[in-house]
Nanobody, 122 residues
């Protein structure tokens, strides 16, 4: 069982930065791929980024390439999403999730956090 709690969301102007954190409970955190998803009003939840269990591999969607970075600290049971050069279209609720394998499919993730709101003003 893994419980996930996101933090770090907020309101930022376009071009600004935010760092999201996702704290996990449970001894098996380091066995999971961790992903970040986002969901804007009226839209489906979409994959943003993922990281392998040891941090050796990272993945992200094209729209955040060069702007977002995913990382993890297994000693702290935490995964991060550094978001730079934010755009209004990045506005969404951001969720972290845990999966035993790499996948961009939300339904394949076993555990989810409650989400944190990110709002980017123009």
């Amino acid at each position: 069982q893994v419980q996930l709690v996101e933090s770090g969301g907020g309101l930022v102007q376009a071009g600004g930065s935010l760092r999201l954190s996702c704290a996990a409970s449970g001894r098996t955190f380091s066995r999971y791929y961790m992903g970040w998803f986002r969901q804007a009003p009226g839209k489906e939840r979409e994959f943003v980024a993922a990281i392998s269990w040891n941090g050796g591999s990272t993945y992200w969607t094209d729209s955040v390439t060069g702007r977002f970075t995913i990382s993890r600290d297994n000693a702290k049971n935490t995964v991060y999403l550094q978001m730079n050069s934010l755009k209004p279209e990045d506005t969404a609720v951001y969720y972290c999730a845990a999966s035993p394998t790499y996948t961009v499919v939300a339904s394949s993730y076993d555990y989810w956090g409650q989400g944190t709101q990110v709002t980017v003003s123009s």
